[in-house]
Protein backbone atom coordinates (compact mmCIF):
# COMPACT_ATOMS: atom_id res chain seq x y z
CA UNK A 1 0.00 0.00 0.00
CA UNK A 2 2.91 2.50 0.83
CA UNK A 3 5.40 1.42 -1.73
CA UNK A 4 4.29 4.26 -4.15
CA UNK A 5 4.73 6.88 -1.52
CA UNK A 6 7.75 5.41 -0.44
CA UNK A 7 9.62 5.18 -3.82
CA UNK A 8 8.43 8.81 -4.49
CA UNK A 9 10.02 9.72 -1.25
CA UNK A 10 13.02 8.03 -2.05
CA UNK A 11 13.39 9.44 -5.39
CA UNK A 12 13.62 13.25 -3.92
CA UNK A 13 15.64 11.68 -1.10
CA UNK A 14 18.49 10.63 -3.71
CA UNK A 15 19.01 13.92 -4.31
CA UNK A 16 19.92 14.97 -0.69
CA UNK A 17 21.78 12.35 -0.79
CA UNK A 18 24.34 13.36 -3.18
CA UNK A 19 25.54 16.34 -1.32
CA UNK A 20 25.30 13.85 2.18
CA UNK A 21 27.92 11.74 3.73
CA UNK A 22 27.45 7.75 3.86
CA UNK A 23 25.51 7.81 6.73
CA UNK A 24 22.94 9.87 5.80
CA UNK A 25 22.14 7.43 2.79
CA UNK A 26 22.76 4.28 5.05
CA UNK A 27 20.07 6.01 7.02
CA UNK A 28 17.94 6.23 4.38
CA UNK A 29 17.92 2.78 3.30
CA UNK A 30 16.87 2.10 7.36
CA UNK A 31 14.01 4.47 6.67
CA UNK A 32 12.71 2.93 3.70
CA UNK A 33 12.90 -0.81 5.55
CA UNK A 34 11.38 0.27 8.38
CA UNK A 35 8.29 2.26 6.18
CA UNK A 36 7.73 -1.25 4.42
CA UNK A 37 7.13 -3.49 7.47
CA UNK A 38 4.36 -0.96 8.21
CA UNK A 39 1.08 -2.58 7.75
CA UNK A 40 -1.43 -1.24 5.17
CA UNK A 41 -3.87 0.32 7.42
CA UNK A 42 -1.05 2.75 8.92
CA UNK A 43 -2.97 6.04 8.10
CA UNK A 44 -6.16 5.01 10.06
CA UNK A 45 -4.16 3.56 13.18
CA UNK A 46 -2.29 7.10 13.00
CA UNK A 47 -5.39 8.89 12.96
CA UNK A 48 -6.84 6.94 15.41
CA UNK A 49 -4.26 5.92 18.12
CA UNK A 50 -3.12 8.68 19.95
CA UNK A 51 -0.47 6.45 21.50
CA UNK A 52 0.77 5.89 17.96
CA UNK A 53 3.61 8.92 17.57
CA UNK A 54 4.92 8.01 20.87
CA UNK A 55 5.55 4.56 20.39
CA UNK A 56 7.10 5.41 16.46
CA UNK A 57 9.06 7.87 18.31
CA UNK A 58 10.23 5.37 20.51
CA UNK A 59 11.33 2.70 17.83
CA UNK A 60 13.75 5.70 16.37
CA UNK A 61 15.00 6.24 19.21
CA UNK A 62 16.24 2.15 19.90
CA UNK A 63 17.90 2.35 16.90
CA UNK A 64 21.77 4.53 17.74
CA UNK A 65 22.17 5.64 14.02
CA UNK A 66 18.45 6.66 13.03
CA UNK A 67 18.08 8.55 16.68
CA UNK A 68 20.66 10.96 15.31
CA UNK A 69 18.84 12.07 12.68
CA UNK A 70 15.42 11.14 14.31
CA UNK A 71 13.89 14.54 13.42
CA UNK A 72 14.71 13.57 9.82
CA UNK A 73 13.40 10.36 10.09
CA UNK A 74 10.30 11.85 11.65
CA UNK A 75 9.42 14.10 8.67
CA UNK A 76 9.73 11.40 6.22
CA UNK A 77 7.37 9.29 8.13
CA UNK A 78 4.99 12.04 8.36
CA UNK A 79 4.98 12.67 4.54
CA UNK A 80 4.45 9.46 3.67
CA UNK A 81 2.05 8.97 5.71
CA UNK A 82 0.10 11.81 4.50
CA UNK A 83 0.45 10.79 1.06
CA UNK A 84 -0.86 7.62 1.68
CA UNK A 85 -4.14 8.91 3.61
CA UNK A 86 -4.35 11.10 0.19
CA UNK A 87 -4.45 8.21 -2.16
CA UNK A 88 -6.38 5.84 -0.47
CA UNK A 89 -9.50 7.64 0.89
CA UNK A 90 -11.42 7.23 3.32
CA UNK A 91 -14.75 5.55 1.83
CA UNK A 92 -14.12 3.13 -1.04
CA UNK A 93 -15.23 3.54 -4.62
CA UNK A 94 -18.62 1.62 -5.39
CA UNK A 95 -22.48 1.46 -4.79
CA UNK A 96 -23.54 2.56 -0.99
CA UNK A 97 -27.06 1.81 0.63
CA UNK A 98 -27.73 4.25 3.74
CA UNK A 99 -30.60 4.33 6.13
CA UNK A 100 -31.73 8.19 7.91
CA UNK A 101 -33.36 6.51 11.16
CA UNK A 102 -36.20 9.10 12.30
CA UNK A 103 -39.14 8.24 14.42
CA UNK A 104 -38.68 5.04 14.73
CA UNK A 105 -38.60 4.91 10.44
CA UNK A 106 -35.94 3.70 8.42
CA UNK A 107 -35.56 5.78 5.28
CA UNK A 108 -33.38 3.95 3.18
CA UNK A 109 -31.33 5.89 0.08
CA UNK A 110 -28.30 5.08 -2.26
CA UNK A 111 -25.44 6.68 -3.31
CA UNK A 112 -21.78 6.32 -5.46
CA UNK A 113 -18.28 6.90 -4.00
CA UNK A 114 -15.82 8.03 -7.02
CA UNK A 115 -12.47 8.49 -6.31
CA UNK A 116 -10.22 10.52 -9.25
CA UNK A 117 -6.75 11.81 -8.72
CA UNK A 118 -6.73 11.21 -4.70
CA UNK A 119 -10.43 13.18 -4.14
CA UNK A 120 -13.70 11.59 -3.81
CA UNK A 121 -17.41 12.91 -5.07
CA UNK A 122 -20.62 11.24 -3.21
CA UNK A 123 -23.18 11.14 -5.73
CA UNK A 124 -26.62 10.92 -4.40
CA UNK A 125 -29.04 8.88 -6.30
CA UNK A 126 -32.89 8.93 -6.59
CA UNK A 127 -34.17 7.91 -9.92
CA UNK A 128 -32.77 9.47 -12.86
CA UNK A 129 -31.69 12.43 -10.77
CA UNK A 130 -27.99 12.24 -10.10
CA UNK A 131 -26.47 15.31 -7.13
CA UNK A 132 -23.28 15.28 -6.58
CA UNK A 133 -21.18 16.16 -3.30
CA UNK A 134 -17.70 17.21 -3.54
CA UNK A 135 -15.09 19.09 -0.43
CA UNK A 136 -15.56 15.94 1.91
CA UNK A 137 -12.78 16.13 4.76
CA UNK A 138 -11.22 13.60 6.54
CA UNK A 139 -9.68 14.02 10.08
CA UNK A 140 -8.75 11.18 12.79
CA UNK A 141 -11.69 8.83 11.72
CA UNK A 142 -14.07 11.45 11.33
CA UNK A 143 -15.67 12.59 7.57
CA UNK A 144 -17.27 15.11 6.75
CA UNK A 145 -19.10 15.63 3.47
CA UNK A 146 -20.60 19.18 2.81
CA UNK A 147 -23.84 19.64 1.52
CA UNK A 148 -23.44 23.53 0.38
CA UNK A 149 -26.63 23.10 -1.45
CA UNK A 150 -28.81 23.21 1.63
CA UNK A 151 -26.33 24.59 3.86
CA UNK A 152 -26.00 21.49 5.71
CA UNK A 153 -23.96 17.81 5.98
CA UNK A 154 -23.10 14.36 6.49
CA UNK A 155 -21.13 14.00 8.94
CA UNK A 156 -19.44 10.67 10.91
CA UNK A 157 -17.05 8.22 11.81
CA UNK A 158 -15.87 5.56 9.07
CA UNK A 159 -14.61 2.21 9.78
CA UNK A 160 -13.88 -0.14 6.83
CA UNK A 161 -16.84 -0.37 4.59
CA UNK A 162 -18.95 1.37 7.30
CA UNK A 163 -19.72 5.29 7.29
CA UNK A 164 -22.11 6.04 10.61
CA UNK A 165 -22.91 9.50 11.61
CA UNK A 166 -25.53 12.44 12.03
CA UNK A 167 -27.17 14.44 8.80
CA UNK A 168 -26.75 18.30 10.47
CA UNK A 169 -28.64 21.66 8.92
CA UNK A 170 -25.99 24.30 9.91
CA UNK A 171 -28.72 26.63 9.73
CA UNK A 172 -30.47 25.26 12.77
CA UNK A 173 -28.86 26.28 15.98
CA UNK A 174 -27.55 22.94 17.82
CA UNK A 175 -29.64 20.62 15.82
CA UNK A 176 -29.16 17.71 16.77
CA UNK A 177 -29.00 15.58 13.70
CA UNK A 178 -30.63 12.86 12.03
CA UNK A 179 -29.12 9.29 12.81
CA UNK A 180 -27.84 7.53 9.78
CA UNK A 181 -25.38 4.45 9.23
CA UNK A 182 -23.65 3.42 5.31
CA UNK A 183 -22.40 0.50 4.46
CA UNK A 184 -21.20 -0.38 0.78
CA UNK A 185 -23.05 -2.93 -0.54
CA UNK A 186 -25.06 -4.56 -3.91
CA UNK A 187 -28.46 -4.19 -1.89
CA UNK A 188 -31.03 -2.32 -3.39
CA UNK A 189 -32.72 1.13 -1.78
CA UNK A 190 -35.69 -1.77 -1.03
CA UNK A 191 -35.08 -5.57 -0.44
CA UNK A 192 -37.71 -7.17 -3.53
CA UNK A 193 -40.20 -9.34 -2.01
CA UNK A 194 -40.91 -12.46 -3.47
CA UNK A 195 -44.50 -12.47 -4.43
CA UNK A 196 -45.03 -8.34 -5.29
CA UNK A 197 -48.62 -7.17 -6.13
CA UNK A 198 -49.36 -7.37 -9.55
CA UNK A 199 -51.62 -4.16 -9.69
CA UNK A 200 -49.51 -1.80 -11.75
CA UNK A 201 -48.59 1.81 -10.09
CA UNK A 202 -48.35 3.59 -13.69
CA UNK A 203 -49.35 6.68 -14.22
CA UNK A 204 -51.22 9.53 -12.71
CA UNK A 205 -53.11 9.50 -9.34
CA UNK A 206 -55.51 12.35 -7.78
CA UNK A 207 -53.86 11.85 -4.46
CA UNK A 208 -55.46 13.91 -1.15
CA UNK A 209 -52.28 14.41 1.29
CA UNK A 210 -54.20 14.39 4.81
CA UNK A 211 -52.28 16.14 7.73
CA UNK A 212 -52.72 15.10 11.31
CA UNK A 213 -55.12 17.99 12.20
CA UNK A 214 -57.68 16.84 9.33
CA UNK A 215 -56.52 19.43 6.73
CA UNK A 216 -57.15 18.19 2.91
CA UNK A 217 -54.28 19.38 0.37
CA UNK A 218 -55.02 17.79 -3.25
CA UNK A 219 -52.23 16.76 -5.06
CA UNK A 220 -51.43 14.40 -8.22
CA UNK A 221 -49.13 11.56 -8.36
CA UNK A 222 -46.70 10.39 -11.91
CA UNK A 223 -45.41 7.01 -11.35
CA UNK A 224 -43.94 4.66 -13.73
CA UNK A 225 -43.15 1.28 -13.33
CA UNK A 226 -40.47 -1.43 -14.43
CA UNK A 227 -39.18 -4.56 -13.71
CA UNK A 228 -40.85 -3.82 -10.30
CA UNK A 229 -38.77 -0.41 -9.75
CA UNK A 230 -40.93 2.22 -9.43
CA UNK A 231 -40.36 5.64 -9.79
CA UNK A 232 -42.05 9.24 -10.13
CA UNK A 233 -42.75 11.74 -7.77
CA UNK A 234 -46.16 14.28 -5.94
CA UNK A 235 -47.01 17.00 -7.52
CA UNK A 236 -48.35 19.63 -5.31
CA UNK A 237 -49.29 23.34 -5.77
CA UNK A 238 -46.09 24.71 -4.83
CA UNK A 239 -43.74 22.50 -6.60
CA UNK A 240 -43.13 18.58 -6.59
CA UNK A 241 -41.97 16.70 -4.15
CA UNK A 242 -38.56 15.74 -6.21
CA UNK A 243 -37.53 12.27 -7.65
CA UNK A 244 -38.78 9.68 -6.08
CA UNK A 245 -37.72 5.84 -6.51
CA UNK A 246 -38.76 2.39 -4.65
CA UNK A 247 -39.75 -0.72 -5.45
CA UNK A 248 -43.49 -3.23 -5.10
CA UNK A 249 -44.00 -4.61 -2.12
CA UNK A 250 -46.82 -7.70 -1.91
CA UNK A 251 -49.63 -5.45 -1.62
CA UNK A 252 -49.09 -1.65 -2.85
CA UNK A 253 -45.32 -0.02 -3.09
CA UNK A 254 -42.70 1.82 -1.03
CA UNK A 255 -40.58 5.16 -2.10
CA UNK A 256 -37.89 6.84 -0.81
CA UNK A 257 -35.35 9.95 -1.42
CA UNK A 258 -32.91 11.78 -0.16
CA UNK A 259 -30.94 15.01 -2.48
CA UNK A 260 -29.54 16.87 0.34
CA UNK A 261 -32.75 18.28 2.34
CA UNK A 262 -35.13 16.13 3.95
CA UNK A 263 -34.99 12.56 3.58
CA UNK A 264 -38.53 11.14 2.43
CA UNK A 265 -40.42 8.09 2.66
CA UNK A 266 -43.82 6.64 1.03
CA UNK A 267 -45.58 3.38 2.07
CA UNK A 268 -48.44 2.87 -0.21
CA UNK A 269 -51.28 0.05 0.04
CA UNK A 270 -53.41 -0.35 -2.98
CA UNK A 271 -57.08 -0.94 -1.61
CA UNK A 272 -58.13 -2.10 -5.54
CA UNK A 273 -57.08 -1.79 -9.16
CA UNK A 274 -57.50 1.92 -9.20
CA UNK A 275 -57.43 3.20 -5.05
CA UNK A 276 -54.44 3.11 -2.51
CA UNK A 277 -54.09 4.26 1.08
CA UNK A 278 -50.71 5.18 2.58
CA UNK A 279 -48.71 7.27 4.61
CA UNK A 280 -45.74 9.89 3.31
CA UNK A 281 -43.03 10.20 6.02
CA UNK A 282 -40.71 13.06 6.77
CA UNK A 283 -38.55 13.62 9.80
CA UNK A 284 -41.14 16.17 10.85
CA UNK A 285 -43.85 13.32 10.78
CA UNK A 286 -46.32 11.64 8.87
CA UNK A 287 -49.61 12.70 6.31
CA UNK A 288 -52.07 10.31 5.69
CA UNK A 289 -52.24 9.38 1.59
CA UNK A 290 -55.15 8.75 -0.22
CA UNK A 291 -55.15 7.65 -3.78
CA UNK A 292 -57.51 7.76 -6.96
CA UNK A 293 -56.26 6.79 -9.76
CA UNK A 294 -57.50 9.18 -12.66
CA UNK A 295 -55.14 9.55 -15.98
CA UNK A 296 -56.52 13.10 -16.48
CA UNK A 297 -55.64 14.35 -13.00
CA UNK A 298 -54.00 17.55 -12.62
CA UNK A 299 -53.40 21.01 -10.21
CA UNK A 300 -55.34 24.27 -9.41
CA UNK A 301 -54.34 26.96 -12.11
CA UNK A 302 -51.06 27.75 -11.45
CA UNK A 303 -51.54 31.12 -12.97
CA UNK A 304 -54.50 32.07 -10.70
CA UNK A 305 -53.28 31.38 -6.85
CA UNK A 306 -51.21 34.84 -7.02
CA UNK A 307 -52.62 37.72 -8.23
CA UNK A 308 -52.29 41.84 -7.95
CA UNK A 309 -53.94 43.16 -5.58
CA UNK A 310 -56.80 45.69 -7.20
CA UNK A 311 -55.66 48.92 -8.25
CA UNK A 312 -52.01 47.66 -9.26
CA UNK A 313 -50.60 46.59 -12.64
CA UNK A 314 -46.70 47.37 -11.32
CA UNK A 315 -43.67 46.29 -9.04
CA UNK A 316 -41.78 48.69 -7.01
CA UNK A 317 -38.79 47.38 -5.03
CA UNK A 318 -35.29 48.45 -4.87
CA UNK A 319 -32.96 46.34 -3.09
CA UNK A 320 -29.23 44.81 -2.27
CA UNK A 321 -27.77 42.39 -4.29
CA UNK A 322 -25.20 39.95 -3.77
CA UNK A 323 -22.35 42.39 -3.57
CA UNK A 324 -24.93 45.10 -1.17
CA UNK A 325 -25.09 47.08 -3.82
CA UNK A 326 -29.09 48.69 -4.40
CA UNK A 327 -30.51 47.05 -7.54
CA UNK A 328 -34.18 48.56 -8.38
CA UNK A 329 -37.05 47.48 -10.81
CA UNK A 330 -36.78 50.54 -12.09
CA UNK A 331 -33.01 50.70 -12.94
CA UNK A 332 -32.14 51.81 -16.82
CA UNK A 333 -31.37 47.91 -17.69
CA UNK A 334 -34.69 46.78 -17.22
CA UNK A 335 -36.62 49.60 -18.90
CA UNK A 336 -38.31 48.82 -22.33
CA UNK A 337 -37.25 44.42 -21.97
CA UNK A 338 -39.01 41.82 -20.88
CA UNK A 339 -38.45 40.95 -17.43
CA UNK A 340 -38.99 37.66 -15.09
CA UNK A 341 -38.71 37.96 -11.42
CA UNK A 342 -37.75 35.09 -9.42
CA UNK A 343 -38.80 34.54 -6.02
CA UNK A 344 -36.69 32.03 -4.62
CA UNK A 345 -34.72 30.31 -1.74
CA UNK A 346 -31.26 29.24 -1.65
CA UNK A 347 -33.11 26.62 0.26
CA UNK A 348 -35.48 25.53 -1.45
CA UNK A 349 -35.51 22.46 -4.08
CA UNK A 350 -37.81 23.42 -6.35
CA UNK A 351 -36.39 27.00 -6.75
CA UNK A 352 -32.63 25.36 -7.82
CA UNK A 353 -34.74 23.00 -10.39
CA UNK A 354 -36.22 26.41 -11.70
CA UNK A 355 -32.48 28.23 -11.67
CA UNK A 356 -31.64 24.90 -13.56
CA UNK A 357 -33.83 25.68 -16.08
CA UNK A 358 -33.39 29.54 -16.20
CA UNK A 359 -30.07 29.95 -15.94
CA UNK A 360 -29.03 28.09 -19.76
CA UNK A 361 -31.86 29.56 -20.69
CA UNK A 362 -30.83 33.16 -20.03
CA UNK A 363 -27.81 32.96 -21.67
CA UNK A 364 -29.45 31.91 -24.82
CA UNK A 365 -31.97 34.64 -24.96
CA UNK A 366 -31.13 37.61 -22.91
CA UNK A 367 -29.94 39.37 -26.58
CA UNK A 368 -33.60 39.04 -27.45
CA UNK A 369 -34.28 41.73 -24.64
CA UNK A 370 -35.25 39.64 -21.57
CA UNK A 371 -33.90 39.76 -18.37
CA UNK A 372 -34.20 37.72 -15.24
CA UNK A 373 -34.08 39.04 -11.18
CA UNK A 374 -34.09 36.35 -8.50
CA UNK A 375 -35.52 37.81 -5.72
CA UNK A 376 -33.83 35.40 -2.88
CA UNK A 377 -35.95 34.90 0.69
CA UNK A 378 -33.63 33.14 3.12
CA UNK A 379 -33.13 31.75 6.25
CA UNK A 380 -31.84 34.39 8.21
CA UNK A 381 -31.96 38.16 8.23
CA UNK A 382 -27.92 38.67 8.93
CA UNK A 383 -26.71 39.96 4.91
CA UNK A 384 -23.51 38.55 5.76
CA UNK A 385 -24.76 34.82 5.74
CA UNK A 386 -27.28 35.82 2.96
CA UNK A 387 -24.24 36.84 0.89
CA UNK A 388 -22.48 33.60 1.66
CA UNK A 389 -25.67 30.85 0.60
CA UNK A 390 -26.37 33.26 -2.12
CA UNK A 391 -22.66 33.61 -3.77
CA UNK A 392 -22.33 29.63 -3.75
CA UNK A 393 -25.86 29.47 -4.73
CA UNK A 394 -24.55 32.30 -8.14
CA UNK A 395 -21.07 29.97 -8.41
CA UNK A 396 -22.51 26.58 -8.50
CA UNK A 397 -25.53 27.56 -11.49
CA UNK A 398 -23.17 30.18 -13.12
CA UNK A 399 -26.00 32.56 -12.71
CA UNK A 400 -25.50 35.48 -14.67
CA UNK A 401 -28.49 37.56 -13.83
CA UNK A 402 -28.92 39.20 -10.38
CA UNK A 403 -30.07 38.23 -7.31
CA UNK A 404 -31.09 40.51 -4.75
CA UNK A 405 -31.77 39.74 -1.28
CA UNK A 406 -35.29 40.53 0.15
CA UNK A 407 -34.69 38.90 3.69
CA UNK A 408 -35.83 36.22 6.17
CA UNK A 409 -38.48 33.63 4.73
CA UNK A 410 -41.82 34.32 5.61
CA UNK A 411 -45.15 36.21 5.02
CA UNK A 412 -44.14 39.33 6.31
CA UNK A 413 -40.61 39.99 4.13
CA UNK A 414 -42.45 39.13 0.81
CA UNK A 415 -45.38 41.56 1.42
CA UNK A 416 -42.95 44.18 2.49
CA UNK A 417 -41.32 44.09 -0.62
CA UNK A 418 -44.10 43.24 -2.98
CA UNK A 419 -47.12 44.89 -1.33
CA UNK A 420 -48.82 44.57 -4.80
CA UNK A 421 -49.21 40.99 -4.77
CA UNK A 422 -52.04 38.43 -3.09
CA UNK A 423 -49.94 36.67 -0.72
CA UNK A 424 -47.12 34.24 -1.59
CA UNK A 425 -47.71 30.56 -1.09
CA UNK A 426 -44.99 28.92 -2.81
CA UNK A 427 -41.72 28.97 -3.79
CA UNK A 428 -40.45 29.75 -6.34
CA UNK A 429 -43.19 32.11 -7.43
CA UNK A 430 -42.76 33.55 -11.09
CA UNK A 431 -43.31 36.91 -11.79
CA UNK A 432 -43.87 38.07 -15.90
CA UNK A 433 -43.45 41.83 -16.71
CA UNK A 434 -44.07 43.47 -20.35
CA UNK A 435 -42.09 45.81 -22.04
CA UNK A 436 -43.96 48.98 -20.30
CA UNK A 437 -43.18 47.38 -16.75
CA UNK A 438 -46.88 45.98 -16.35
CA UNK A 439 -47.17 42.71 -14.46
CA UNK A 440 -48.49 40.32 -16.76
CA UNK A 441 -48.66 36.45 -15.11
CA UNK A 442 -47.81 35.45 -12.13
CA UNK A 443 -46.84 31.14 -11.91
CA UNK A 444 -46.74 29.91 -8.31
CA UNK A 445 -44.22 26.61 -7.76
CA UNK A 446 -42.27 25.01 -10.24
CA UNK A 447 -43.18 21.36 -11.35
CA UNK A 448 -39.53 20.11 -12.64
CA UNK A 449 -37.84 17.33 -14.50
CA UNK A 450 -38.90 14.83 -11.81
CA UNK A 451 -42.19 15.87 -13.12
CA UNK A 452 -41.92 14.38 -16.70
CA UNK A 453 -44.39 15.36 -18.94
CA UNK A 454 -45.51 18.19 -16.39
CA UNK A 455 -42.37 19.99 -16.86
CA UNK A 456 -42.16 20.06 -20.65
CA UNK A 457 -45.67 21.71 -20.84
CA UNK A 458 -44.16 24.12 -18.71
CA UNK A 459 -41.13 25.12 -20.70
CA UNK A 460 -43.82 25.57 -23.72
CA UNK A 461 -46.18 27.47 -21.68
CA UNK A 462 -42.91 29.73 -20.50
CA UNK A 463 -41.27 30.12 -24.34
CA UNK A 464 -44.95 30.93 -25.34
CA UNK A 465 -45.14 33.26 -22.72
CA UNK A 466 -42.17 35.39 -23.21
CA UNK A 467 -42.53 35.56 -27.91
CA UNK A 468 -45.95 36.88 -26.69
CA UNK A 469 -44.46 39.64 -24.27
CA UNK A 470 -41.36 40.16 -26.94
CA UNK A 471 -44.25 41.23 -29.55
CA UNK A 472 -46.30 43.40 -27.50
CA UNK A 473 -45.03 47.29 -27.80
Not at 114 to 132: C, F, M, W, Y
Not at 291 to 317: C, H, I, M, Q, W
Request: with cysteine; proline share 4%; glycine share 8%.
Amino acid sequence: MLTYQINIFFSLNAILCKYTDRRLRELSEQIRIELENISSNICNKMMNDSCFFTSFAKHISSNRLMKKYQLFVFVAFLLTAVQSFAINPPLSAGRWRAEFISNQEKFPFVFDVKVEDASSTIVLINGEERVPLSGLTYKNDTLTVPIEAFDAELKGVVRGDVFEGKFIKHYIENDPGIPFVAKKTTEPRFPKVFSPTAISAAGKWDVQFVSANGEVEKNVGVFNQKSGIVTGSFLTNSGDLRFLEGTLTENGFTLSAFSGLSPYLVKIQFEGNDTFTGEFHTTRGTTKLIGLRNENAKLDDPYSLTVLKEGNSKLNFSLPDIDGKAVSINDPEYKGKVVVVSILGSWCPNCLDEMKYLVPWYKQNKKRGVEIIGLAFERKEDPAYAKRVLSLLRDRYGVEYKILFGGKVGGQATSKVLPQLSKIISYPTMIFIDKKGNVSKIHTGFNGPATGKFYEEFKEEFNQTIDELLKGK
